[in-house]
């Protein structure tokens, strides 16, 4: 199996304080990797890391072969691979949902407005949105910009997808409309890393599960036995507290 | 409200002048019935033409000025932000009428022991010392506005490809633009009355064209007064086209 993403005893701090500790993690193409920890253990800061949104101390960080340096090509060349969901959408507001989607393959990849147009309303089919394509974020439900979101990363064609909490901003009856979306992307076998804490998602899509904590990897296994027999005390905790509701 | 308030306050005083009582107020000095009054409101009201084309030029290049400024001065790099940073301290620190004096009598020796014959003509002085000036003020405008756009657009941004610049140019300037321009335009009210120093260093504006008709008339109550209105007409009407470009702006503001 071919190497996606390959992090080497990887350390970040912000200020005194050591967001990520000595990580290491590989995946392979077409894995997917859910991340689940309590908050402020360094899940987010990782993704982040790894289309150098934030940028590591230690260690080494390489996608699909190439490492992330300082040099501005190793960057934008690992940002055409890798593409990336946020929390909060991060939607352009002042551009319509199709400009939203068009904005990266026409001035990033050199598209023409036609192609990028045809390839942005397939992808909206895709997310099942294709009636919004112009109208303004603003105008949309979370769940929808969401999709848009997610839309609009598909739109550069990544190997890779990133998600940090691509549900937590979203009100309960919006979760499963965004997250079906990812799942039919899973099925079609996109290599993915995903921060969640959705752990019946987490259960259907993930072929391995990371559970995060003071900036370490605590625990790392298929989901079955993650699930069903953690090993470690504090992922055993975690569960026990999210799992109970 | 307030504004209209303000109006009338002016109004009355300009009134009480026009009773037939004697006292304080001479207004033949302008009376346009009279040969002499007339020629004085035309000469008076002729500093319209110098002022607005040295406010609106000002303000142009203190626009550009402000931008080049701000720019380098939100860099992360700190040799970077300095020069900017360091440009905006110092020249919101130096007072606008020893920055004319400075650069109308100073710069030319300066230009010339460089072998540079430039002459500063009064007009130019005062439009490169309003730009200046300004340019401070206009620059942290800028900042703020730029700043005040969520970090998660630039993120967004970068994820999908862009390059720093396509993302200053399409995605955080366009919506930082709603957030500059109304601060911006009402920056432009400080530049014409800030215009007046210009009749220092020999400008016809409305300034030195009532300083000069007070010299020789004599009669300065009435001829500032009607200077003041001269200024406040002209700032009122800025300040309607600001708030109509507020309201314009505002109203397209969308969410999320």
């Not at chain 1, 340096?69 to 691979?81: F, V």
């Not at chain 2, 540079?116 to 200046?132: E, K, Q, R, S």
Request: hydrophobic residues 45%; glycine residues 6%.
């Amino acid at each position: 199996m071919t190497t996606a993403i390959e992090i080497k005893n990887v350390s970040k701090w912000f200020g005194d304080f050591k967001a990520l500790d000595d990580v290491s993690l590989t995946t392979s193409q077409g894995e997917k990797v859910v991340i689940c920890g309590p908050s402020g253990s360094g899940k987010s800061t990782l993704v982040r890391c790894i289309n150098r949104l934030e940028i590591h101390q230690k260690g080494t960080i390489k996608v699909r072969g190439i490492e992330l340096t300082d040099h501005d090509s190793s960057i934008s060349e690992i940002r055409s691979e890798v593409g990336m969901v946020f929390q909060q959408f991060n939607l352009f507001p002042h551009l319509t949902v199709l400009q939203n989607l068009t904005l990266g393959p026409t001035k990033a990849l050199g598209l023409s407005q036609k192609d990028a147009n045809e390839r942005a309303f397939k992808l909206l089919e895709r997310v099942r949105i294709p009636e919004q394509a112009n109208k303004k974020p603003g105008h949309l439900s979370g769940g929808q910009q969401q999709r848009v979101a997610i839309a609009r990363s598909l739109c550069m064609e990544p190997k890779i997808m990133l998600f940090d909490e691509p549900t937590s901003a979203l009100d309960p009856e919006m979760i499963s409309e965004v997250l079906d979306v990812i799942v039919d992307l899973a099925n079609e076998g996109m290599t993915m890393v995903v921060v969640t804490h959705e752990m019946g998602f987490a259960r259907k899509v993930a072929d391995r599960m990371v559970f995060m904590d003071e900036g370490k990897i605590i625990e790392m296994g298929k989901p079955k036995d993650f699930f069903d027999s953690p090993k470690t005390e504090r992922c055993k905790l975690f569960l026990n507290q999210i799992l109970q509701h | 409200m307030k504004k209209h308030f303000l109006i009338l306050v002016f109004l009355l005083i300009f009134l009480s002048g026009c009773s037939s009582q004697p006292g304080a107020w001479g207004w033949y000095v302008i009376d346009p019935t009279t040969k002499g009054g007339y020629n004085n409101v035309m000469f008076l009201l002729s500093g319209f033409s110098a002022t607005i084309q040295l406010s609106l030029l000002a303000a142009f290049f203190s626009i550009i000025l402000g931008l080049v400024v701000a720019l380098p001065g939100m860099s992360s790099n700190y040799w970077v932000r300095l020069p900017s940073r360091t440009y905006i301290e110092f020249i919101r620190a130096v007072p606008l009428l020893p920055m004319m004096f400075w650069i109308f009598y100073g710069l030319p020796v300066i230009l010339k022991s460089m072998g540079l014959n430039i002459p500063i003509d009064p007009f130019w002085g005062a439009v490169v010392t309003l730009a200046i000036s300004d340019s401070a003020f206009t620059a942290e405008i800028y900042r703020a506005g730029i700043q005040s756009i969520h970090k998660g657009q630039r993120e967004a941004a970068q994820t999908i490809g862009l390059t720093s610049f396509q993302t200053m140019r399409y995605v955080i300037l366009p919506q930082a633009i709603k957030r500059i321009l109304p601060p911006l335009a009402n920056q432009f009210i400080y530049i014409v009355k800030m215009s007046a120093f210009a009749s220092v260093i020999g400008m016809q504006e409305l300034m030195r064209r009532a300083n000069e008709v007070v010299v020789s008339e004599y009669r300065p109550l009435e001829v500032y007064t009607f200077l003041i209105f001269e200024y406040l007409i002209l700032v009122l009407i800025i300040s309607q086209a600001v708030r109509w470009l507020e309201r314009k702006m505002g109203s397209d503001e969308s969410r999320g």
